[in-house]
């Protein structure tokens, strides 16, 4: 009895140096880790833009092409987004990859809600930020882009105020990648997805939160 009650008082005491250990161990490490992360974030970003969708002004023919057979609906969309400041991969200061999160809503009722990764490439205030996103797809009266699931390519461009704010404009391209439904062509046993995709004018205004 006297022998199993003194193992029993070292065994909780090695017991409380170990976690006593752990946890220096774990405030030495959050103490360490905790300032870099600190370094390397920038502040969140609320983007808000307005612009139009679906235009036909600029149609690139490869990379942002759409379908030739559907025609243009050009209307208004108003858009928010909220660009996280921390970064997935950072390089000094000139280039880092980060989230969004962000909705839009057509004056035809057609609405977008997605989030994605934009890379930030920054050269003294000005920069260019290209973001690829996938997110839901709703068209109201608005374009129907073929498939609920809709993925947005963006390449975006401007300049950051004295205060953090960015002034930039943005060309967008959404499109289903071919997830759409297949369709057969009229007068030809040939078929076909159903995949329109839309470019995209926007005029963002970001705060610094």
Do not use: C
Request: charged residues 20%; without cysteine; aromatic residues 12%.
């Amino acid at each position: 009895m006297t022998k199993t009650s003194r193992k029993a008082p070292r065994g909780r005491g090695l017991r409380a140096a170990t976690s006593l250990l752990a946890t220096s161990l774990l405030t030495a490490a959050a103490g360490m880790v905790t300032p870099a992360l600190a370094a390397d974030r920038d502040p969140d970003m609320l983007a808000l833009g307005v612009g139009i969708y679906d235009q036909s002004w600029i149609d690139p023919p490869a990379f942002f092409q759409v379908d030739a057979d559907t025609p243009h609906d050009r209307t208004q969309f108003v858009t928010a987004e909220y660009r996280f400041g921390w970064s997935l991969v950072k390089v000094d200061d000139w280039f880092a990859i980060k989230p969004l999160v962000g909705v839009m809503q057509t004056f035809k009722g057609s609405f977008y809600g997605y989030g994605g990764l934009q890379a930030d490439f920054t050269w003294g205030r000005f920069f260019i930020t290209p973001s690829a996103a996938a997110g839901y797809y709703a068209h109201g009266d608005g374009k129907d882009m073929g498939y609920p699931l809709e993925f947005r390519t963006q390449i975006e461009t401007g300049y950051r105020l004295s205060n953090g704010d960015r002034f930039s404009i943005a060309l967008s391209h959404i499109s289903n990648a071919e997830l759409g439904k297949t369709v057969t062509i009229p007068g030809t046993p040939r078929t076909r997805t159903v995949n329109p995709g839309a470019n995209n004018l926007v005029a963002y205004y970001s705060f610094a939160l």
